[in-house]
């Protein structure tokens, strides 16, 4: 009577060999692209700065930037290359909105927003405004009214 059971090794061989290489594979780690845009002071005023850069922060050189203008659709698109360090950047108009874009050679792409606005100026306050503790000075000041007119006063009717 002939045996009719395969050796252990022989059934269990293929996933085994299969397990085991693909344990010892070269891995082919995937990158992404990580953009970083928004408004800098300059030697010649204000403008749109950014940075690119892969997901292992190695600089991406050399890529497509596109920047729209969202605020004032009727300009064009302006596209420039990243420079070898992965920086960019263009003059901007304050107050508008913009979609910066970066597109890779290998497909990737990654868009920001943001509001061309300068920081704050110095001092804690805005160009164009009071400061904000003068404003909740005066209504603290403005709370304290009603109080002194609602307050129990000797010889008052009730």
Do not use: C
């Amino acid at each position: 009577m002939r045996d009719r059971r395969r050796p252990l090794l022989s059934r269990y061989s293929v996933p085994l060999v299969f397990l085991l290489l693909v344990q010892w594979q070269p891995a082919a780690w995937g990158h992404g692209m990580h953009l970083q845009a928004g408004t800098a002071k300059t030697e010649v005023g204000w403008v749109i700065k950014g940075q690119l850069s892969y997901s292992d922060d190695s600089a991406a050189a050399g890529n497509y930037i596109q920047v729209e203008n969202l605020s004032r659709p009727d300009f064009p698109a302006l596209a420039l290359q990243t420079r070898e360090d992965g920086s960019f950047q263009l003059p901007g108009l304050p107050g508008d909105r913009y979609r910066v874009s970066a597109h890779g050679d290998e497909g990737h792409t990654t868009e920001t927003e943001f509001v061309f606005a300068p920081p704050v100026a110095e001092g804690g306050q805005h160009d164009d405004g009071w400061p904000v503790y003068v404003i909740l000075a005066l209504l603290l000041l403005a709370s304290l009214l009603p109080a002194y007119w609602l307050r129990e006063r000797p010889g008052r009717p009730e």
